[in-house]
């Protein structure tokens, strides 16, 4: 007889682990324990080593489909005589163990929801070991039910026995619940007064849906606005009373099959979509006439793709089964706010935009947003990650000091290192509003308490005015700056596991540059601990400077201006009054206000706003974003030639100048816009290529919003892998602003770190 002893860590808490030993030890016929720490699960039996063995094997190869074992240590001791096998408590100590997302609704409870002999029969928070809410209600690890937000609802006896018995699927099923003891529904109207209950409050709020009303639905991380996408009328008084023109809404069907008659859908996008994690997938719009599905040209206005997801709870199971179409479930915020997750803050902030409110009394402990995917070459590209994914971590393959990390100023995240794991928060959003930087504290707390965090370091950009840098200058620890877009090249080093040497390419909006100037068209030679910028596009001027991001006829004058004495010639006519033209110029040339800028994604906009696509925006990279789609179906190898310009001491410089000639060249030609602007998206992948060509290394990592653009990072991708390069794109952090902290984190602990 020997005693095995296994310390299991990953994502073993809450996934139904322990039952699961519990089980395996009982056909075996072992006596020992299992339970819960803070860094995971540790099991001890006694038995012959011949079956210890056997035991060990099969734990691994039949572990919850849900967990994630990243590490196991095993020992054999002297045999304990353990008489039994049973199930002891949590025990306490440095937090190590992951905390799981949010799980989407699994199908044994989908059916027992829709089974009229069911005791869960309608009930919309029905959840267990394998579902339901995790991240968004938990108050404190090791997870278990009084630390989480369920604490103030009682067990009946028939929950508790399920809870207390290691062969039921809802054994320790922390938010386990039903009709009898669980938390219930009300419909409120816009004034806080109670019209229904249970439900019955389910029944009239899908009735209201149907009827063309607005509601405010309280879900699983916050509350989502709903209504039917079917109506003109409903899109169009959302629009008006959200103030949001036309940046696309999400969309949730009832059915994987009904998706697929308004959407086109790879076997990756159904996985996707149908997968605990039950993101928000953006997928291609069917041509009309496949489907006798109405959904309103006003959800997604001259945009060829639909953000769709599936009912992720029993609520919106429910909800949606009742509607039978499409609805918009948009974030229930004011625009650019983070999402309410509170009724009465909800009743306070969406008064005005919702018609009636379908609230329940489950406490949410953290807004959770709906995470945001799309496929690209058969794998998942994370753009935000919220739901489903955070705060499941990245391994580093390094251990390392603990570095906290405050991210961007748009589209923020925090992130926290522990030993080789980067925890990244969910989206948090712009901190543009008082609201934003509330939710930014209170992230940055929960992550301090969940975690027991007590970080060596303090990574944050650059930038001087970022609130986000500010707040971290304020810290006592010992702070590190990074530079934005190395930054998110780091990130792309910790997504991909590429290590150094090799080239970052780093393409976006904006970002504070160590030279004064706005950066965002970058190239890093990254060997060892050491970053160089040897290359970036051709700098303009910025007339406004940061009022150029919503209005791209800003950066094609600044652009212009650089080639030409009139540059309002070649702006499409009416671009500018004479008075705005005047002044914008004159900013130019004195200099004031107009920053100098390498950015990439400023000469999208430039571009966009040379063929008269938009001349400005309402949402980041909308012009870009319609540049791209303006290509459709062309195709066309042909592009602008590209100059690489280089100096003896000084980073390479992209021109963009014969580019932007044969771009006004061929729109005076009347050449076909979608046919410039491939051909301008092409050249800008061949300047990539020519500076990989220079730098000398096989290994190309590729971060920034810039390469959300399918065609543009396409096009890199096959014009370096056609020349031998080694590509490496994001998959599970964002390449926008989202992925910035976590290469925060990376970059603070990598750079100088190697001599
Ligand atoms: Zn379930
Ligand atoms: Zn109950
Ligand atoms: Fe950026």
């Known amino acids: 007889m020997q005693r095995l002893r ?45 079956i210890l063995a056997k035991f060990a094997e099969a734990l691994l190869k039949e572990k919850p489909s849900l967990s994630i074992v990243q590490n196991i240590r095993s020992k054999y001791l002297l045999a304990a005589g353990y008489s039994s096998f049973k199930i002891l408590k949590s025990t306490g100590g440095k937090r190590e163990a992951f905390i799981l997302p949010d799980l989407a609704t699994c199908l044994e409870c989908s059916l027992e929801i829709l089974d ?58 922390q938010p386990n619940a039903c009709p009898e003891c669980g938390p219930h529904l009300e419909l409120w109207d816009s004034s806080g007064v109670t019209l229904a209950k249970r439900d019955d409050a389910l029944r009239r709020a899908s009735d209201e849906i149907l009827e063309g009303k607005i509601l405010a639905v309280k879900g699983l991380g916050g509350f989502h606005l709903i209504t039917l996408a079917s109506s003109d009328e409903a899109v169009r008084t959302l629009r008006s009373r959200k103030g949001r023109k036309m940046k696309p809404f999400t969309l949730m069907s009832p059915s994987i099959s009904q998706v697929s008659e308004f959407c086109m859908l790879s076997s990756e996008e159904r996985e996707s979509l149908q997968s605990p994690r039950s993101p928000i997938v953006l997928l291609k719009k069917r041509d ?64 005005d935009i919702a018609d009636y409110f379908l609230v329940h009394n489950r406490p949410i402990a953290r807004h959770v947003d709906d995470s945001i995917v799309r496929i690209f070459k058969e794998r998942e590209m994370v753009l935000r990650r919220a739901r489903g994914y955070a705060p499941l971590p990245l391994s580093m393959d390094l251990e390392a000091e603990s570095v906290f990390a405050t991210g961007g100023h748009l589209k923020n ?26 939710a930014f504290d209170d992230v940055w707390n929960s992550i ?84 160089k910028r040897i290359a970036h596009l051709r700098r303009f001027p910025l007339p406004g400077g940061d009022r150029a991001a919503a209005e791209p006829r800003r ?26 033209s005047d002044a914008m110029q004159k900013m130019i040339s004195s200099k004031l206000n107009s920053p100098l ?64 000639e044969g771009v006004i060249m061929d729109a005076s030609e009347g050449v076909d816009r979608g046919i410039i602007s491939a051909k301008f998206h092409n050249t800008m992948a061949e300047g990539i290529a020519a500076v990989a060509d220079r730098a000398g290394e096989r290994k190309v990592a590729l971060s920034g919003g810039c390469f959300q653009n399918v065609y543009l990072l396409q096009r890199v991708l096959d014009i370096l892998e056609n020349n031998g390069y080694e590509p490496f794109i994001h998959r599970s952090l964002p390449p926008n602003d989202g992925g910035i902290a976590p290469g925060q984190v990376m970059a603070a602990l990598l750079i100088n770190s190697e001599k």
């Open 288 to 351: 009309k006439q496949n489907s006798s599905l109405i959904i309103s040209e006003l959800v997604s206005p001259s945009n060829p793709e639909f953000g769709v997801m599936l009912p992720y709870t029993p609520l919106h199971i429910l909800l949606m089964m009742e509607i039978g179409e499409p609805v918009i479930a948009t974030s229930g915020n004011l625009s650019d706010e983070p999402i309410c997750t509170d009724e009465i803050d909800a009743l306070h902030r969406l008064k």
């Open 116 to 173: 009229p002999e069911n005791r869960r029969y309608r009930y919309p928070f029905t959840n267990c070991t394998n579902c339901g809410p995790r991240y968004s209600i938990i108050n404190a690890i090791p997870y278990d039910r009084p630390s989480t937000t369920m604490s103030r609802f009682r067990m009946c006896n028939k929950c508790r026995n399920e809870y207390e018995d290691p062969y039921d699927r809802r054994f320790h099923a």
């Open 448 to 531: 301090e308490t969940l975690y027991n965090a007590h970080p060596d370091i303090i990574a944050y950009d650059m930038h001087p005015d970022y609130i986000s840098s500010a707040r971290a200058r304020e810290s006592q620890i010992r702070g590190i700056p990074v530079q934005h877009h190395i930054a998110h090249v780091y990130s792309c080093m910790l997504d991909s596991g590429v290590r150094p040497p090799l080239l970052g390419v780093s393409w976006d909006g904006t970002g504070y540059g160590t030279d004064g100037t706005v950066w965002g068209g970058e190239f890093f030679h990254i060997t060892g601990g050491t970053v």
């Open 413 to 438: 995240t925090l992130a926290l290192s522990i030993g080789r794991n980067v925890f990244t928060s969910q989206h948090i959003g712009d901190l543009e509003t008082t609201q934003a930087l509330r």
């Open 597 to 660: 800028t390498s950015s990439a994604g400023r000469l999208f906009d430039a571009v966009a706003s040379i063929l008269d696509i938009h001349q400005t925006t309402e949402f980041e990279g909308q012009a870009a974003m319609a540049l791209e789609h303006a290509i459709g179906n062309r195709e066309t190898r042909e592009s602008y030639p590209v100059e690489i310009i280089e100096h003896p001491c000084e980073p390479m410089v992209i021109d963009w100048a014969p580019l932007i």
């Open 555 to 580: 950066s094609a004058l600044g652009l212009l201006s650089e080639l030409y004495d009139d540059p309002v010639k070649h702006l499409p006519p009416d671009t500018f009054s004479r008075e705005e």
């Open 6 to 50: 296994l310390e299991i860590s990953g994502a073993v808490q809450g996934v139904g682990f322990r039952p699961f030993v519990y089980r395996l030890a009982h056909r075996y016929g072992l006596a020992g324990w299992v339970s819960n720490t803070s860094k995971g699960v540790v099991v001890e039996v006694d038995g012959d080593p011949e």
